[in-house]
């Protein structure tokens, strides 16, 4: 069976993550902190609707990874570049599970005297799982299925994808896919994108095409992330434009990468680009797309670009 490190599993609940199986976790969003004490909402609750104190933010494959982009917050030197196997936990089990450990999280804020209890009491039922956090979800080979039940059950689903593994990619779409498909655009080219994410497979850049060729069919919403780094990968509208168009997807989130976490490490705090600096970036792009600039949010530092 499939596990997670034991030192690494420590580390991470330090980090205040809890896992969930043998290869799973769960971490309480800021957003949703803030949500639930009334301060401010995530972006995507302003851009989507998607209510930030009922989103549950997991990951079905915690340390399972083939990239280590440079800007990333995680530790990615301890992450596995290879799928998990077969014998990886149930789709059901992982999201009951992941669904118990965020009731567990939130419970200390019904004693928080700026709660909104209203808001704690919804937060006992999320009804919007966001298949990111950390590690790769398609590294998991039942993500698909994972998927199923989630919609099975009601909720809607938001899953991210760096399109490193596009056979899997290919069965989520044959499933019907997520209410909301992102795939991670990050470098333009081929050369670009191995300084910049700095993937493990030799194959890497065949990998991410075959994934756009696939995303180019899938007929459900689909959304770009593109993480700005300056200095590194804030050129090239050309490529950026083609690649984008290739895949077609209604909505394009521009955002900046942020000096938090390990990135730290590995950039200086000037990588880092100020809303502005995404603001103009995302207005060009916009124009070559011919998509409109619908929405931003200045405090992730994240405009939306959306198809005409």
């Not at 530790?75 to 059901?92: F, H, Q, R, V, W």
């Amino acid at each position: 069976m499939v596990k997670l490190d034991d030192n690494y599993k420590l580390l991470l609940e330090k980090q205040q993550y809890r896992i969930v199986g043998n290869h799973s976790a769960v971490k309480l969003c800021t957003w949703l902190k803030k949500s639930l004490r009334g301060d401010s909402v995530c972006y995507k609750e302003k851009f989507y609707g998607i209510k930030s104190h009922r989103c549950l933010q997991m990951t079905p494959a915690v340390a399972w990874c083939p990239n280590k982009c440079v800007f990333c917050w995680r530790s990615t030197d301890k992450t596995e570049a290879s799928e998990l196997g077969s014998d990886s936990d149930d789709p059901e089990e992982i999201l009951d599970g992941a669904i118990r450990m965020q009731r567990s999280l939130i419970t200390g804020f019904k004693g928080f005297s700026g709660t909104d209890m209203v808001k704690w009491e919804e937060a006992q039922d999320p009804i919007n799982v966001a298949i990111s956090l950390t590690g790769e979800p398609t590294a998991y080979p039942k993500i698909a299925g994972l998927i199923d039940v989630c919609n099975k059950r009601g909720f809607t689903t938001f899953l991210v994808t760096n399109g490193q593994f596009p056979d899997t990619v290919q069965k989520i779409c044959d499933m019907g896919g997520p209410t909301q498909f992102y795939l991670s655009i990050d470098a333009p080219t081929k050369e670009l994108y191995k300084k910049t994410c700095v993937p493990m497979f030799k194959d890497y850049w065949s990998r991410f095409e075959k994934t756009i060729n696939t995303l180019s069919k899938f007929k459900g919403k689909k959304a770009v992330r593109l993480t700005l780094v300056k200095g590194l990968n804030m050129d090239d509208f050309e490529n950026y434009v083609k690649l984008i168009l290739k895949v077609n997807p209604k909505f394009v989130e521009v955002k900046a990468y942020m000096w938090v976490g390990f990135s730290k490490h590995r950039l200086d705090y000037d990588a880092m680009p100020v809303h502005s600096e995404v603001l103009h970036f995302a207005e060009k792009l916009a124009k070559l797309l011919n998509y409109s600039v619908t929405n931003e949010s200045e405090a992730s530092r994240v405009v939306l670009l959306e198809r005409k």
